[in-house]
């Protein structure tokens, strides 16, 4: 049974799929579509009942969900590929980062643009809520960038933190948000990758 994976082209589903690609593991894709509501559906639902993408459904059969926990057991399952640094301060630095991309820019700054009505009942705030979005999302990039200053990659080595700080980039280009110099920079190391180019086409970007 091949791994199953459920993902949506452009979302944060992106990087796992890019660790994917990476790895060069057989699996099977689902295109569960959000704005058709297909996470509400009772038989996706019954796969991850938190409605939210990423999911992999491994090859006993198990879910595993949440970006962070997907993208550790493909890195750790899989040591040979070298996704996770081997000392303590690199696989400190991969956490941190991730948790910054996933937690903060992601579940603070993102969705308050994407799903702006979950952070208010009122629509004559929405813009405001966006423009927070928005903020959090600058004040995040600003944080990542000294972080990123004179690296070409998150550690030493591309790792799975790579992966999901260039979903978060991928984001800011497609919605105009200016990046700075070294996120920047990493977004086109990242594109340059031919795991990335290849996932940008098989989602339908070129
Ligand atoms: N903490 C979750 C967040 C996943 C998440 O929010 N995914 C978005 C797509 S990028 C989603 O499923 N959205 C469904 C919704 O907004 O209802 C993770 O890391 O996997």
């Given at each position: 049974m091949a791994i199953k994976f459920y993902m949506t082209p452009g979302s944060c589903s992106t990087g796992i799929h890019i660790l994917l690609e990476e790895l060069e593991l057989p699996f099977e894709v689902t295109i569960v579509n959000l704005p058709r509501g297909d996470h509400l559906k009772p038989d996706y639902l019954a796969i991850n009942p938190k409605a939210s993408i990423p999911t992999l459904v491994r090859n006993d059969g198990s879910a595993l969900t949440e970006f962070q926990a997907i993208a550790w057991w493909l890195a750790r399952s899989h040591p040979k590929a070298k996704l996770l640094p081997d000392d303590a301060d690199g696989e400190a630095r991969v956490i941190e980062t991730i948790d910054a991309v996933v937690g903060t820019l992601h579940g603070q700054g993102y969705t308050r643009n994407f799903t702006t009505a979950n952070f208010t009942p009122n629509e004559a705030d929405h813009e405001a809520v966006k423009a927070r979005g928005r903020?959090?999302?600058?004040?995040?990039?600003?944080?990542?960038?000294?972080?990123?200053?004179?690296?070409?990659?998150?550690?030493?080595?591309?790792?799975?933190?790579?992966?999901?700080?260039?979903?978060?980039?991928?984001?800011?280009?497609?919605?105009?948000?200016?990046?700075?110099?070294?996120?920047?920079?990493?977004?086109?190391?990242?594109?340059?990758?031919?795991?990335?180019?290849?996932?940008?086409?098989e989602e339908g970007y070129r």
């Open positions: 903020e959090i999302v600058g004040q995040g990039f600003a944080v990542l960038n000294d972080a990123l200053a004179g690296r070409d990659y998150v550690a030493e080595d591309f790792s799975i933190a790579d992966a999901a700080l260039f979903y978060v980039e991928f984001w800011a280009d497609k919605l105009g948000i200016a990046l700075p110099e070294h996120c920047g920079a990493h977004y086109q190391r990242m594109r340059a990758r031919p795991t990335v180019q290849r996932v940008l086409q």
